[in-house]
């Protein structure tokens, strides 16, 4: 074989080499830049404040949604109990550390509006005034959009879910005041209830009840953060 059919073999493999890294180095080229187009989609998603809700996220809020009812199974005792803020004294721990877990994994807006919808269609046959948590779901989440822009800042979720059950007590003020109609001994028992007897008592117990949502959301952030740590709570 002649010198310059070895050169011209040799240049040809070097052709095809410069050609195929060039293939190869278009094809990189082009999987960065949907990497990157698919980075940038998913950023600009969860800079939105208002996002869709998948399946799971549902799933995982009606699971919390459970362990609050079953650790709040206590209920039925507090309702008979002629004591102002009884219930969410009784309720507040549980009541807000299941709310905030569930907010921190579903930073979506109205992930404290479904929870509450869901605990109020078993909470409105033992009790029906409860189901006015729903309001209190929707004042806690107006409150902390307008404060934190959505729930992306986990001191957003301690936030809602401290504001969470303490909105309660003046709702359930009001309807006992102005819907509930009674009289004679049953008319004291309500009077008794709602602490209309005593101003010390409505403001002492609603301080306490502020505070043990408060500690209840702190638990429920730290819970979550470990979680995720351990990789449960992706």
């Known amino acids: ?14 052709a095809e080499l410069i050609e195929s890294t060039e293939e190869v180095n278009e094809e990189n080229q082009t999987e960065v830049k949907i990497a990157k187009a ?72 109205f992930a404290l509006l479904l929870q509450s919808i869901f605990i109020s269609i078993f909470l409105v046959f033992m009790f029906p005034p409860m189901v006015l948590i729903i309001v209190c ?53 309500v009077s008794m209830f709602i602490g209309s007897g005593n101003v010390g008592v409505i403001i002492g117990i609603t301080i306490a009840v502020i505070a043990v949502c408060f500690v209840g959301s702190l638990i429920g952030m730290i819970i979550a953060r470990e979680l995720k740590k351990a990789g449960k709570l992706k």
């Not at 969470?164 to 709702?171: E, Q, R, V």
């Open 1 to 14: 074989m002649s010198e310059d059919k070895k050169k011209q073999k040799q240049e040809l493999a070097i």
């Open 38 to 109: 698919e980075s940038a989609e998913v950023t600009e998603n969860e800079n939105k404040i208002f996002r869709k809700y998948k399946i799971k996220d549902i799933v995982f809020l009606a699971i919390i949604t459970a362990c609050t009812l079953v650790t709040g199974a206590i209920m039925p005792l507090l309702v008979n109990v002629p004591l102002f803020g009884i219930i969410q004294l009784g309720l507040g721990l549980q009541f807000s550390l299941f709310p905030a877990i569930g907010m921190m994994k579903v930073r979506k807006p």
């Open 137 to 189: 779901a929707i004042v806690a989440e107006a409150l902390t959009l307008l404060i934190f822009r959505g729930y992306k800042n986990d001191w957003a979720c301690v936030f809602a879910g401290t504001l969470y059950m303490p909105m309660t007590i003046p709702l359930l003020y009001m309807y006992y005041n102005v819907f509930y109609t009674v009289s004679g001994e049953e008319k004291a028992a």
